[in-house]
C-alpha cells in the first residue's frame, strides 16, 4: 500500500504552520516593542516629543530707570503695542506666500514692504539695512518691525491670524524719556540698540559674567553704556509650547525677570535745562553778530558747557550743542535717521562736545601759566611791560586788538588778560631752560604745571569716548614731525597749483626742522594758543581745583545706584591730584580772577548782578584758529560751582558767553534776573 499521496499535502501543512508561528512571533515581537514604547518608554518619548514642541523664549528684564540728584525720572519705560515677525513661522511657507503676508502687513503698517523685509532681515545677510537697523537677534525670536501702534492695527492683526501667519501683536517695554524741565541731557543719558554678534564673541571669549543674550539692547553711549551691567538686570526664562504651525499653545515652565537697577545722577534737571537753553541761545545769538575781521557773520557751528560742584567733581549740568533725541532710538532707527545723526551737514549731533570736543583753550589758560610762573622764580610782585606786542625774531605777537596797559602785575595781566605780558615771562623761560635745544627731555616749568592740572589725558569722567586733548610740548612737536615730515617735504618741493604762500613757506620749514620747538612755540603756549587743545570738561576740573584751594577730581555724573532688593550703594568722589601750588599763590589767583567780572573783561556782562554776593571769579578766552573764526571761551567759578562754555566760531569770549554764563548763575544762585547795564567792550580777551 503506498503512502505517496499524503505527502504533498502534509509537506503544504507543516509549511502553512511554519508560516504561521513566524507571522505570530513577528506580532509578538512587534506588540512588545509597542507595549515596550507606550507603556515602559512612555516618559522619555513624552519627554521628547514636548522637547521638539517647546521654544525657549526670553522674558526681558525691566531696564533700570535713571533719575536726577532730585528724583526727578530722566529715563524710564513705557509699555507699547509692538507689531512682530517669526521669521521661523514664515520660512515654513512658500517665497510667494510669505511675500504676499509682508506686502499685506507694510500695507496695514503703512510701511513700503521692502523697508518691512529689510527691518526683518538678520544683519549680515544681502540686502539687510546697517546695524543697527537691522535685526541682530536670533532668527527664532520674534523680531519687531513696528512700534507704537493703535489697539485698532493690533486688534486687526490678531482678528487675522489666518492672513498673517508669524505676525503677533504684543507689549514690550520701550525706553522713555519724560523731560522734566524739558531737559535734553542726550549726550548724558545715551541710547540703546542691538547688540552686534562680534561684541557677543568678544564678550563670551573674555568669559565675563551676566553675558548679554543674542536679542538684547545695550548702552551705546552715555550712561546707558557705562553702567549697562547694573541697568540692564538679568532676563527671564519662558519655555513655550508651540504646535505644528509655531504658534503657542502653552507654558511649560517660566523663570521671572531681576529687574535693572536705578541710576541716581548728580544732574539736577532744573540746572541742566537752563544750561541748555542758555547754550543753545548764545549759540543763535551768535549767528546773528558780525565778525569785524572777516565781515561776515559767525558761525558758531557748535558749543558745550559744564557745571560741576567744586567741592566733589560732580556734575551739575552739561550740555551739548548741536544734540539729537535719544528716542529716536527707541524700537529701532531708520536709515535715514542714523544717517543724520553722523552727518557733517546736521553738525554731527551724536559728538558731546563738552569730552570730545578739542580746541585752544585761550586765554584760560592764563592761570595755569600764572601759577607755573610763581613757581619757577616770579612773584605777586613782578612788574612786566603790557605793550601792544611782544616781538620774537623777525615776528610780532600781539595783544587781541593790539591793547597796552604799561607796566602791571600778574592781577591785572589776569583780569585784562594782557598776552604780551605772559609772552615775556614764556619767552625768558624757554631761554632758560634751553631755547632752541631739540633735546626732547628739556625741561619746562608751563608745560609740568599743564599736566600737572590734568591736562593731556582724560579726566576719568564715568561716561564713554572722552578724548585727553594735547600738551604741544617738545615731545610732542618731535612725534608730530616723524609722522609730517614726507608729506609737508614733498609739498614744498613740488607745491600743486592754487597752494598758498603761507602753505608754501610753512612747509619749506616744517621739512627743514620742524622738530623743534621754537621761542613761538613757547610763547603761544603761555596764552593757550597754537598746538594746545583741551576739551570744556578738562578746564571745568582745572577751574574746580581753583575755587577748592587744589583738589583735581575725578568728574562723575552719577553719585549712586540702587539695586532691585531696594539698597542703595554710593559712589564716593575720587581724588585724582592735589595742585603743587602753594595755598598763598591760590590766592592770588583767586583774587585776581575775582576782577574780571568787576574790572576786567567781563565786566560789561555782569553789571548789576550781586558780585559782592555770589563771588564769581572768571577768565575769558578768545582763541584765533587757522582758517576759522575765534573760538569763545568763558571759565568761571564761585566758592561752590565751576561754569565753562564754549562756543566754536563765535567771536570773543565775554562776548558770545558772558549772558549765557550769568543767567546759568542766577538759576543756581536763585537770583532774579537783572539785564545788564550798557558797557562798551573791552579791548583785550
Not at 74 to 100: C, F, H, W, Y
Not at 271 to 281: D, G, H, K, M, Y
Not at 363 to 390: E, N, V
Amino acid at each position: 500500500m503506498s503512502f505517496d499521496g499524503f505527502e504533498a499535502p502534509l509537506k503544504a501543512r507543516l509549511r502553512l504552520f511554519v508560516i504561521g508561528v513566524l507571522v505570530f512571533s513577528l506580532f509578538c515581537t512587534l506588540f512588545a516593542r509597542l507595549w515596550y514604547m507606550q507603556v515602559m518608554s512612555n516618559e522619555d518619548y513624552t519627554q521628547a516629543a514636548t522637547q521638539q514642541h517647546t521654544r525657549q523664549v526670553l522674558v526681558p528684564a525691566p531696564r533700570g530707570t535713571i533719575v536726577d540728584s532730585q528724583g526727578r525720572t530722566l529715563v524710564g519705560n513705557r509699555v507699547s503695542l509692538v507689531i512682530t515677525v517669526d521669521r521661523s513661522v514664515l520660512a515654513k511657507l512658500p517665497e510667494s506666500q510669505q511675500n504676499v503676508v509682508m506686502a499685506r502687513l507694510a500695507k496695514v503698517l503703512g510701511q513700503k514692504p521692502k523697508d518691512l523685509k529689510a527691518r526683518t532681515m538678520l544683519c549680515g545677510e544681502p540686502g539687510a539695512s546697517k546695524p543697527p537697523a537691522c535685526w541682530n537677534g536670533t532668527p527664532y525670536q520674534p523680531i519687531p518691525v513696528a512700534k507704537d501702534v493703535s489697539e485698532q492695527i493690533a486688534i486687526e492683526v490678531m482678528e487675522r491670524r489666518e492672513d498673517f501667519p508669524g505676525v503677533a501683536a504684543e507689549s514690550q517695554a520701550l525706553r522713555a524719556y519724560p523731560a522734566p524741565y524739558k531737559v535734553n541731557a542726550a549726550h548724558i543719558l545715551g541710547y540703546l540698540s542691538p547688540i552686534t554678534t562680534e561684541e557677543l564673541d568678544d564678550i563670551e571669549k573674555s568669559g565675563g559674567d551676566s553675558v548679554p543674550h543674542r536679542s538684547d539692547l545695550v548702552g551705546r553711549a552715555g550712561v546707558e553704556r557705562t553702567y549697562d551691567k547694573l541697568l540692564r538686570g538679568a532676563p527671564g526664562v519662558k519655555d513655550v509650547i508651540v504646535d505644528a504651525v509655531g504658534y503657542t499653545t502653552g507654558v511649560r515652565k517660566q523663570t521671572a525677570p531681576v529687574p535693572g537697577a536705578t541710576l541716581v545722577t548728580t544732574i539736577d534737571a532744573r540746572i541742566q535745562a537752563s544750561v541748555e537753553a542758555q547754550l543753545r541761545n548764545a549759540i543763535l545769538t551768535a549767528r546773528k553778530q558780525y565778525d569785524k575781521i572777516t565781515k561776515r557773520k559767525y558761525v558758531a557751528d557748535s558749543g558745550a558747557a559744564v557745571v560741576m560742584d567744586t567741592k566733589t567733581g560732580r556734575i551739575v549740568a552739561m550740555a551739548s550743542y548741536p544734540t539729537y533725541d535719544p528716542g529716536v532710538w527707541v524700537g529701532g532707527i531708520t536709515q535715514r535717521e542714523l544717517d543724520a545723526l553722523y552727518s557733517s551737514k546736521s553738525g554731527t549731533p551724536l559728538v558731546s562736545r563738552a569730552l570730545q570736543g578739542q580746541l585752544a583753550p585761550g586765554s584760560t589758560f592764563k592761570p595755569i601759566t600764572t601759577a607755573a610762573a610763581l613757581s619757577a622764580g616770579y612773584s605777586t610782585k613782578t612788574r612786566l611791560d603790557c605793550s601792544s606786542y611782544f616781538e620774537v625774531g623777525n615776528r610780532r605777537f600781539k595783544n587781541y586788538e593790539s591793547a597796552s596797559y604799561g607796566s602791571i602785575g600778574f592781577d591785572q595781566a589776569l583780569s585784562l588778560s594782557c598776552d604780551t605780558f605772559f609772552y615775556r615771562i614764556a619767552y625768558a623761560l624757554w631761554l632758560k631752560e634751553g631755547g632752541n635745544s631739540s633735546d626732547v627731555n628739556t625741561r619746562d616749568p608751563l608745560v609740568e604745571m599743564a599736566q600737572k592740572f590734568g591736562l593731556g589725558k582724560p579726566t576719568g569722567v564715568d561716561l564713554p569716548g572722552e578724548v585727553s586733548g594735547r600738551i604741544a610740548d617738545r615731545k610732542w612737536k618731535k612725534e608730530y614731525y616723524d609722522s609730517q615730515k614726507d608729506y609737508y617735504c614733498k609739498l614744498a618741493d613740488n607745491p600743486p597749483a592754487g597752494t598758498s604762500a603761507f602753505l608754501k613757506q610753512f612747509s619749506r620749514e616744517f621739512c627743514a626742522d620742524g622738530y623743534r620747538y621754537r621761542a613761538g612755540d613757547a610763547v603761544n603756549f603761555a596764552i593757550g594758543q597754537g598746538d594746545t587743545t583741551v576739551t570744556p570738561l578738562q578746564l571745568a576740573t582745572v577751574y574746580s581745583a581753583l575755587s577748592n584751594g587744589g583738589t583735581l577730581y575725578e568728574p562723575r555724573v552719577v553719585q549712586s545706584w540702587i539695586g532691585a532688593n531696594g539698597k542703595p550703594h554710593e559712589i564716593q568722589p575720587t581724588v585724582k591730584a592735589k595742585l603743587p601750588v602753594s595755598a598763598s599763590n591760590l590766592r592770588y589767583i583767586d583774587k585776581s580772577l575775582k576782577e574780571t567780572v568787576k574790572t576786567g573783561t567781563a565786566a560789561w556782562k555782569f553789571n548789576g548782578f550781586p558780585v559782592d554776593q555770589v563771588q564769581i571769579r572768571a577768565k575769558t578766552g578768545t582763541a584765533e584758529v587757522y582758517g576759522k573764526q575765534t573760538t569763545s571761551w568763558l571759565a568761571s567759578y564761585t566758592d561752590r560751582y565751576a561754569v565753562v562754555m564754549m562756543i566754536s566760531q563765535a567771536g570773543t569770549g565775554s562776548g558770545a558767553g558772558g549772558d549765557a554764563v550769568r543767567k546759568i548763575y542766577e538759576t543756581l544762585y536763585n537770583i532774579k534776573p537783572t539785564p545788564p547795564a550798557e558797557q562798551q567792550k573791552p579791548s583785550n580777551e
